[in-house]
């Protein structure tokens, strides 16, 4: 994901899809038109009513994101089986709604997010919005199940996004029938993101109080924070494989002004060599049982307690897996240990290079979002503490119920409204 942005570096990403590096003139004639802290009134109707036309096929109901650890769907369940459709794919739905229906789990990584569901009305349709996701290891399982179960007869093209929509196109093609309809990673993390903090005043939060959980377990209040009544601008840090921080300077435009390899695939690939899990829930399970300072050498082990002259307190981390050369702390770190370690040395890692980019760019909200979050409190909250603390109170962290699901659900909404951003 990261090589596949950083072309766009120094650009700008316009939400028409088109990019362009901006003049100033352009700017104000821009700013001019558009006030970006316009709060868009969610009772408005942002999606024209079907008639049949084209926004009436079935392309619409789908939005699919395939990351490199992740593939994660979004699927719009009309509360009417009117969507005119027919034979096969009538049959398709009716499948499709059934099988989603069986079951919270399919096979052994495949999950929906019953707690994440929503009611919503889209393109003039009141349905549902279902949120799957399972490991992008596992996509030959997915065909096999997809083919298996009749779910391949509908739709026949997908809205898509992210590294696998290239990577497995043609076996979508080949093994399903279906086209993949493909849309910029970041344009559709935005555009989801934009589209549920809208529609969900709840959406968006942040910690309350938020302790040092490397060395503490979790505590802290979510307090909800409603986003859209004056947001840019801000910076969303995207947490996957990899990690891309993005500057959001209005509704219409953003811009990658950095990132870092080091994402949750390196947290699970650490967990995977030092303690024999598969899978990142198992590694997350892991690490809440471990204690971090058993690997990680801290400020108070270098000097007695904490360094008050660079506002150091005892338990911030000085060096990460420090103790480990040491032979004696090596055999007393369990595998617990050794992932609380490497979450918090990931962790500590993107939020050290989250507050530099906003303290860079003088701005003082900050969006974590990405699957690397999710189910994941203990980052969640040393993110926090580690904002709250390193920027003493002037920049806080901001986390989303939907983590994951945004990128799927900006590519569908693409072909649902071009113009939702307006």
Same mark, same amino acid.
């Not at 994901?1 to 700017?27: A, I």
């Not at 868009?40 to 990351?67: M, V, Y």
């Not at 009309?78 to 709604?97: F, I, K, N, P």
């Given at each position: 994901?990261?090589?596949?942005?950083?072309?766009?570096?120094?650009?700008?990403?316009?939400?028409?899809?088109?990019?362009?590096?901006?003049?100033?003139?352009?700017?104000?004639?821009?700013?001019?038109?558009?006030?970006?802290?316009?709060?868009?009134?969610?009772?408005?109707?942002?999606?024209? #009513?079907?008639?049949? /036309?084209?926004?009436?096929? #079935?392309?619409?109901?789908?939005?699919?994101?395939?990351?490199?650890?992740? #593939?994660?769907?979004? $699927?719009?369940?009309? #509360?009417?089986?009117?969507? /005119?459709?027919?034979?096969?794919?009538?049959?398709?739905?009716?499948?499709?709604?059934?099988?989603?229906?069986?079951?919270?789990? $399919?096979g052994s990584t495949g999950l929906r997010d019953a707690k994440l569901e929503m009611s919503e009305t889209i393109g003039g349709q009141t349905g549902t919005l279902h949120f799957i996701k399972f490991a992008t290891s596992r996509m030959d399982g997915f065909f096999h199940m997809v083919t298996t179960n009749g779910l391949a007869s509908f739709p026949k093209v997908v809205c898509a996004t992210g590294g696998g929509a290239f990577k497995f196109e043609k076996d979508f093609k080949e093994k399903l029938g279906v086209e993949l309809m493909k849309h910029d990673e970041m344009e559709c993390l935005i555009r989801g993101l934009h589209y549920l903090c809208r529609h969900d005043t709840d959406e968006c939060y942040y910690w309350a109080d938020p302790k040092n959980a490397s060395t503490h377990g979790c505590q802290g209040t979510k307090v909800p924070v409603h986003l859209m009544a004056n947001p840019y601008p801000y910076i969303v840090v995207n947490i996957g494989s990899g990690v891309s921080i993005l500057l959001v300077e209005s509704a219409r435009s953003f811009k990658r002004i950095g990132g870092t390899s080091v994402g949750g695939g390196t947290f699970l690939g650490l967990c995977a060599l030092l303690t024999g899990v598969e899978s990142f829930e198992e590694a997350i399970a892991l690490a809440s049982g471990g204690d971090g300072s058993k690997v990680d050498k801290l400020v108070r082990d270098i000097y007695g307690g904490g360094y008050e002259r660079l506002g150091l307190s005892g338990d911030v981390v000085a060096s990460s897996f420090g103790h480990m050369p040491n032979p004696e702390r090596r055999a007393e770190a369990s595998k617990e240990d050794l992932a609380r370690a490497s979450l918090v040395t990931v962790t500590n890692n993107i939020g050290a290079i989250a507050r530099l980019s906003a303290s860079i760019s003088g701005v003082e909200r900050v969006l974590f979002v990405g699957n690397y979050l999710c189910g994941n409190e203990m980052s969640m909250q040393m993110l926090a503490y580690a904002m709250e603390y390193w920027s003493q109170g002037s920049i806080k962290a901001l986390f989303l119920k939907h983590e994951g699901y945004f990128g799927a659900l900006g590519a569908m909404l693409h072909k649902l409204d071009p113009d939702i951003q307006q």
């Open positions: 994901n990261d090589v596949l942005v950083r072309k766009h570096t120094e650009s700008v990403f316009n939400m028409d899809g088109s990019q362009s590096c901006r003049s100033p003139s352009r700017q104000k004639h821009e700013q001019s038109h558009t006030q970006p802290n316009e709060v868009i009134d969610s009772s408005t109707p942002l999606l024209p #009513a079907t008639n049949g /036309d084209e926004n009436n096929s #079935a392309i619409q109901w789908f939005g699919i994101d395939i990351g490199g650890t992740l #593939a994660k769907c979004v $699927y719009f369940e009309t #509360a009417s089986s009117s969507v /005119d459709l027919e034979g096969a794919e009538t049959q398709g739905v009716t499948a499709l709604r059934s099988f989603l229906k069986s079951a919270v789990t $399919y």
